[in-house]
C-alpha cells in the first residue's frame, strides 16, 4: 500500500477535505470496518474502544503511518465521524468492541474482604485523561500485567487508601496518560493535584506530545481550543499546531502499540532493537513515542 | 539408586509389583512392596514396631524425633526411614508431623496401604487404582507400566500444564493417577475406598510483635534450618544465583559449617545479561570455593530430551538443563549434599504478589472464582493462549473438564488465612512449591546422586512465616523485607536490598539458534500433529515470533516443547 503524498508545510496532508465531501461508499465503508475490527484485535484478541476502531478505520482508508517519520504531519481523518458511526450501527455486533466505560465512580477493592489489601505500597499508577482509554487498559489486563493500577479523570481524586499506597512506597510514580492537545497538556499539568497524589510521589507525563503524534502521522480533530499559553516545552511546530486548534486522541494510537507502549513506559522496559526491517518493526510497536 | 513401588490388593499383591519391573519384591498380608531401578534414595522394604515400609527418607531431625519417642527406643543405627515408621507406630501422624525432612513412605498398616509425602512436598509419590488393586510409586513411569493403571493421556492434565508451567495438584498427564499431596497421609483400604488425613497446613497465627523480634526469632530458625541441611562431615555445596535467598543459605553455611564451603553459579554466555558479579560479590564476602559453569544454547539443546525424560511431571522451566548440569559439576566435586535458596519467595512474599494485590483493587467480580483465575492470569504461561493453541477436537474433549483455576482456588479465599497477602503465599507454597520447585530439585539432583535441600523451605521456617504480620513480608515494596532483615548483617548492603531479577534465561536466542531445528522438527512434526493437541498454525506463529502482544512466544514455545518431549518419552497415547 502507498502512502499519500504528505504536505508538511502546513502540518497536515492529503485531501480530508475532498475525503470528507465525497466519503467511501457504504458498502466500502462497511468492509473497511470489519478489516479495522480484525487489525484493532490483533495479536491475540485485543479489546478496543470506538474511538479506536475508529481510528483504526481511518488507518486503513488512508494509511498515513506507513510515511517516514521524519516528515512531522498530522492527517484529518478521511471518514466523517457520523459515517462511522452509522456503519457501525450496520455492522451489529463488532468481536473485540468494549462497551462504553460506565461512568460511575467504583470504590477500589470494593469486593475484597481481606483486611490488608491497603497495607501495602504501590511503586506505580497511571492516570488517563481518558476514562475510556482507562477501561481499555484495564480490560487487557494491564494493570496485573505491569503491575500498575489504572484510573481514568472521572475516577479522581484517587480513593485516599490508595493514595497512601503511593506514599507507603519508595520512589512511587504517577504516570498520566493524556491526548496530544491542548486539554491533554493542561490533564498533564493538573492530574496530580486533581488525583491528590501524596507529596514526594513523582508525577511523569507519557501522553503523546504533538511532535510525536506529527511523527507517527496521526488524525488530528479540529476545533479544540488553543492552550493559552502553549506549554513552555513546545517547539515552533508545535506551538503552531496547537495554535491550529487541532488535537490528537491516545486513542488514535493502535491499540497494540498503546498497550505495548504504556507497558514499556511504566515498567521502564528497555527497546529492542528492531529485527528485520521497518514494516515489522512498526507492527511491533516499536515506532512508538518516547518518554515525554 | 532406586525408587520404591507399593501394591494393595486381595490376592497376590506382589504379582503386579513384579510385573511392573520392581525388585525385591515382598508381600506383608495384602501389601506388597518392592523397589524400581532409577535415580532415587529409596530403600526397604524396612520392617519397625511391627510394621512394614518402603520409602524414599531424609530426615534433618532425627536426634529430636529420637528423643521425642523416649531415649534408646529407636537404636542409632537405624536408618531414617526406620526412624520415621517408629515415629508412626507409636505417635500416628502426631510423629509424622514431628519429623522433619524428605519423605515419601508407604507402610502396610493393618489391612491399609498408608502413603506419606512429607510437609513441604520435597519428595513426591503417586497412587493409582489398578482394577481392584492400589499401586504406588514415586516413579510415574513405574506406574505407567502397571497392569490395569489407565495410563492415557489426561487432557485436564494437559490444560493445566499449559496454564502453571507444571501440574499444581494431584492430577498427573496420566489418567488414572494421581500425585499424593504434601502434608498428607493418605489410606488406601482393599474395599477401594480411601481417607485422606493432614498432618501439617501453614497456619495464620501472627504474633504482632515489633520486627526486630520477629526477625531475630527468624534469624536463630534459619541458622538452625541450614546447620541441619549441612552434611555431617567433609565440604558443603550451595548453589549460589546471587540473589538474597541464596546468597543466605550460603552466608549460614559459611558461617555455620566446620568445612570449606563450595558455591556454584550459573551464566549463559558473553551475550546474555546474568547475575555474577552479585555471586561472585557473595561468594568473596564468605570465602566461599567459587565455580561458574556457563552453559551455552548447544548444550541445552543437546540434553533437553533427556532432561525432561527424567521429570515424573513435566516442568515448563528453561532452567531445566542448566539445572542438570550445575548438579552434574557439583557431582562431579565429590559432593553428595547440595544446599539451595528455593523458598524465599514462595514463603515470605516475592515478586509476584504485587500484580495481585493490584487486580483486587481493580476487581469488577465479586464472584469468589475470579481472584482464582486472576491468579492464573498472572503465571503468564498459555492459559489465554488455550483458544487459539488447542485444536477444536481438543477444546470440545475438554468442555466440562473442572478448570485450572480449581487447584487454586481453595487457597484464595479468606479461611485458615484471613489476609490477603498470606493466601498468596500459601497458594504458591502449596502448589508452586510442591509440585514445581521442589520436584524439580529433587528430581534432577537425584539424577546426578545429589540430594538437594532448601533450607528456606523448612517446616519451622514456615511456620514463622505465617507468624510474621504480613507487612513485614511485603513492607511498602519492598519483598521478604523480614527475611532480609534476618540476616542483614550477613552479607553485602548491595545484595540484601538488590531489587529482585531473577535468572534472565536466554528462551528465545536457544529456540533461533541451537534448538530451532528440534524446535521445529518436534512441533511441526508429523507425530505432534497425529497427537492432534496443539494447532500447527498458532506454533508456526509463535516460531516466526509473532502472534503475542508481548515477546513471550519463547516461553511460550518452550512449554509446548517440554510437554511435547515429556509425552514422547512416556509414549503416551491419547
Known amino acids: 500500500m502507498t502512502a499519500p503524498r504528505p504536505t508538511p508545510q502546513d502540518g497536515t496532508a492529503g485531501t480530508a477535505g475532498a475525503g470528507e465531501r465525497a466519503g467511501p461508499s457504504g458498502a466500502l465503508l462497511d468492509r473497511a470496518l470489519r478489516a479495522a475490527a480484525r487489525r484493532a484485535a490483533e495479536p491475540g484478541g485485543i479489546l478496543f474502544t470506538e474511538r479506536q476502531l475508529y481510528y483504526e478505520l481511518c488507518r486503513g482508508l488512508r494509511p498515513w503511518h506507513l510515511a517516514p517519520r521524519r516528515l512531522r504531519f498530522t492527517a484529518r481523518p478521511p471518514v466523517r465521524p457520523a459515517a462511522f458511526e452509522a456503519a457501525l450501527r450496520r455492522a451489529g455486533d463488532v468481536p473485540g468492541l468494549l462497551p462504553p466505560a460506565p461512568a460511575a465512580r467504583r470504590a477500589p477493592g470494593r469486593h475484597t474482604p481481606e483486611p490488608d489489601l491497603f497495607d501495602y505500597g504501590l511503586p506505580r499508577l497511571l492516570l488517563c485523561e481518558s476514562d475510556e482509554i482507562a477501561a481499555m487498559l484495564r480490560a487487557n489486563g494491564l494493570p496485573m500485567e505491569s503491575a500498575c493500577p489504572v484510573f481514568g479523570a472521572a475516577e479522581l481524586p484517587l480513593d485516599a487508601r490508595v493514595a497512601g499506597m503511593l506514599a507507603h512506597a519508595e520512589r512511587a510514580r504517577v504516570y498520566v496518560l493524556h491526548d496530544a492537545s491542548p486539554a491533554g497538556l493542561a490533564f498533564a499539568a493538573r492530574a496530580a493535584a486533581e488525583a491528590g497524589v501524596p507529596p514526594g510521589v513523582a508525577v511523569v507525563p507519557i501522553g503523546l506530545r504533538p511532535r510525536q503524534a506529527g511523527a507517527l502521522h496521526l488524525p488530528h480533530r479540529t476545533g479544540e481550543e488553543p492552550a493559552a499559553p502553549p506549554p513552555a516545552s513546545s517547539d515552533a511546530w508545535e506551538h503552531r499546531w496547537l495554535a491550529r486548534g487541532r488535537g490528537v486522541e491516545v486513542a488514535a494510537v493502535r491499540p497494540a502499540a498503546l498497550l505495548r507502549t504504556v507497558h514499556r513506559l511504566v515498567r521502564g522496559v528497555r527497546r529492542a532493537p528492531p529485527r528485520a526491517g521497518r514494516r515489522q518493526a512498526r507492527a511491533s510497536g516499536f515506532l512508538t513515542w518516547p518518554a515525554a | ?574
Open chain 2, 1 to 574: 539408586m532406586a525408587r520404591w513401588g507399593a501394591c494393595l490388593a486381595a490376592r497376590d499383591p506382589a504379582g503386579p509389583l513384579g510385573a511392573a519391573g520392581a525388585g525385591s519384591v515382598r508381600a506383608v498380608g495384602r501389601q506388597a512392596f518392592g523397589l524400581f531401578d532409577g535415580p532415587g534414595p529409596a530403600s526397604g522394604p524396612f520392617e519397625a514396631a511391627g510394621l512394614t515400609a518402603v520409602g524414599e527418607v531424609t530426615l534433618f531431625n532425627a536426634d529430636r524425633l529420637r528423643a521425642l519417642l523416649g531415649q534408646g527406643a529407636v537404636p542409632q543405627d537405624r536408618t531414617d526411614g526406620e526412624l520415621l515408621l517408629h515415629a508412626y507406630a507409636k505417635l500416628g501422624t502426631a510423629g509424622l508431623a514431628a519429623a522433619e525432612g524428605m519423605f515419601a513412605l508407604a507402610v502396610a498398616d493393618g489391612d491399609e496401604l498408608v502413603l506419606i509425602r512429607d510437609h513441604v512436598g520435597a519428595r513426591t509419590l503417586f497412587w493409582a487404582r489398578a482394577g481392584d488393586a492400589f499401586a504406588a510409586s514415586t516413579s510415574l513411569r513405574a506406574l505407567r507400566r502397571w497392569p490395569g493403571v489407565d495410563a492415557g493421556l489426561h487432557l485436564p492434565a494437559v490444560r493445566s500444564f499449559l496454564t502453571f508451567a507444571y501440574l499444581p495438584g494431584r492430577e498427573t498427564l496420566l489418567r488414572g493417577v494421581r500425585e499424593a499431596l504434601p502434608g498428607r497421609c493418605l489410606r488406601l483400604r482393599a474395599d477401594g475406598s480411601t481417607a485422606e488425613e493432614t498432618f501439617w497446613e501453614p497456619a495464620e497465627d501472627v504474633a504482632d510483635l515489633p520486627p526486630s523480634e520477629h526477625a531475630a526469632a527468624l534469624r536463630a530458625l534459619l541458622e538452625d534450618a541450614t546447620a541441619r541441611r549441612l552434611p555431617a562431615a567433609g565440604p558443603a555445596a550451595v548453589l549460589l544465583s546471587g540473589g538474597v535467598d541464596s546468597s543466605l543459605v550460603t552466608a549460614l553455611a559459611a558461617r555455620l559449617h566446620d568445612a570449606p564451603v563450595h558455591t556454584y553459579s550459573i551464566a549463559f554466555g558473553p551475550d546474555t545479561q546474568d547475575e555474577l558479579g552479585y555471586s561472585g560479590l557473595v561468594a568473596a564476602h564468605c570465602r566461599t570455593g567459587h565455580r561458574v559453569l556457563t552453559v551455552p544454547g548447544s548444550a541445552v539443546a543437546a540434553r533437553l530430551p533427556e532432561t525432561v525424560a527424567l521429570l515424573d511431571s513435566p516442568v515448563g522451566d528453561p532452567l531445566t538443563v542448566p539445572n542438570l548440569l550445575l548438579a552434574e559439576a557439583v557431582a562431579a566435586d565429590g559432593m553428595r549434599v547440595v544446599l539451595n535458596g528455593e523458598g524465599g519467595d514462595p514463603v515470605f512474599g516475592g515478586p509476584k504478589n504485587l500484580p495481585m494485590l493490584i487486580h483486587e483493587l481493580h476487581r469488577d467480580d465479586p464472584s469468589p472464582g475470579a481472584r482464582a483465575r486472576a491468579y492464573i492470569d498472572s503465571y503468564r504461561k498459555c492459559h489465554g493462549d488455550l483458544p487459539v493453541l488447542l485444536t477444536p477436537d481438543t477444546l470440545a474433549a475438554l468442555d466440562g473438564a473442572p478448570p485450572p483455576a480449581d487447584a487454586v482456588a481453595p487457597y484464595l479465599r479468606p479461611g485458615r488465612m484471613t489476609g490477603l497477602l498470606n493466601q498468596l503465599l500459601h497458594a504458591n507454597l502449596r502448589t508452586k512449591g510442591a509440585h514445581h520447585i521442589l520436584t524439580k530439585v529433587e528430581r534432577i539432583t537425584a539424577a546426578t546422586g545429589l540430594e538437594g535441600r532448601a533450607p528456606l523451605f523448612d517446616r519451622a521456617v514456615v511456620d514463622h512465616a505465617f507468624r510474621v504480620p504480613p507487612g513485614q513480608k511485603l513492607a511498602g515494596t519492598a519483598e521478604k523485607w523480614i527475611l532480609k532483615e534476618a540476616v542483614r548483617d550477613l552479607l553485602p548492603a548491595t545484595v540484601v536490598d538488590r531489587p529482585k531479577s531473577g535468572m534472565r534465561v536466554p528462551v528465545q536466542q536457544w529456540l533461533n539458534g541451537p534448538l530451532r531445528d528440534l524446535g521445529h522438527d518436534l512441533l511441526l512434526s508429523r507425530a505432534a500433529r497425529a497427537r492432534g493437541l496443539f494447532r500447527p498454525d498458532t506454533v508456526r506463529t509463535w516460531l516466526r515470533g509473532r502472534g503475542t502482544l508481548l515477546p513471550r512466544q519463547g516461553g511460550k514455545l518452550w512449554l509446548v516443547l517440554t510437554l511435547e518431549l515429556w509425552l514422547r518419552s512416556f509414549d503416551i497415547e491419547p
